[in-house]
């Protein structure tokens, strides 16, 4: 039992583990899903390239977890998509991850569609009782926006060594009444983000502008980041239109 909530956890989105504690519990560091997580959702079901495709890969939290189906539906014929096997979480575990989730042996990308924010932004107390330990008022910040912005550069500076295209998703927005996460700060943080991509000329996929203002429709339920499954499709159509535009510019 405590291994199925620990797994529901990881996957939520903002719950935040030291590394070990992920590994003594049977799932990958850094952020992934078992493999019978893996095997139960689509998001991580096996994908058989087809060699006249170019490959695109994924990265990102549990919001790009949510949409990785659809894009993948949405880009038969066009791509072979791919993600990371879990949850990125924030952007020390994704510098943490990086090498492993670009190992050459899995082959070369031509785009990588990435994304950071929630996690980072996240406030959590030990002491809180709430899902991930969510606690804004008492809790510690997980990142600044400068630490985050910092993280960023490292992190693309390693994803260029891929030659591949690189693309950026701004993060979703903070809905009001979310615990452990502030209003607003969603701004700030996509703010320090698209710095970092100008300077690196790095195109951005606008996810926040497609949900600002549509919390209340496709918000899984008050106060969450997530979305429901008719969200999960509106966010899929904007990945897939911006991941198919910058391949067909690039080939």
């Known amino acids: 039992m405590r291994r199925l909530v620990l797994i529901a956890l990881v996957l939520s989105g903002c719950v935040l583990f030291p590394l070990p504690l992920l590994a003594q519990k049977g799932v990958t560091t850094p952020g992934e899903a078992s493999e019978k997580v893996r095997k139960k959702n689509s998001a991580f079901a096996k994908v058989v390239d087809d060699p006249a495709l170019p490959r695109v890969l994924l990265i990102g939290d549990s919001i790009s977890i949510s949409y990785t189906a659809a894009t993948r539906e949405k880009l038969a014929g066009v791509a072979n998509v791919h993600r990371i096997p879990g949850n990125a979480g924030h952007t020390g575990m994704g510098l943490k991850g990086l090498d492993k989730w670009l190992d050459p042996k899995k082959g070369e990308w031509d785009l990588i569609h990435f994304n950071w924010g929630l996690w980072d932004l996240c406030y959590r107390n030990p002491k809180s009782k709430t899902q991930g330990n969510r606690d804004k008022i008492n809790g510690t910040l997980t990142h600044t926006p400068e630490v985050y ?7 693309v500076e390693r994803l260029k060594k891929t030659k591949a295209t690189l693309v950026f998703a701004t993060t979703t927005p903070v809905p009001e009444g979310e615990l452990g996460r ?3 700060d969603d701004k ?3 703010e320090a983000a ?5 300077r690196h000329e790095i195109p951005v996929t606008d996810l926040h502008a497609v949900m600002n203002g549509q919390m209340e429709a496709y918000g899984k339920a008050p106060g969450d ?5 008719e969200g999960a499709e509106v966010l899929a159509e904007a990945v897939a239109t911006a991941i198919r535009k910058h391949l067909e510019t690039t080939n």
């Open 188 to 190: 700030f943080y996509n």
């Open 225 to 229: 980041v997530h979305f429901t499954p």
């Open 149 to 155: 912005a910092a993280n960023l550069e490292k992190i």
């Open 194 to 198: 698209l710095a970092v991509m100008k």
């Open 182 to 184: 502030k209003l607003g």
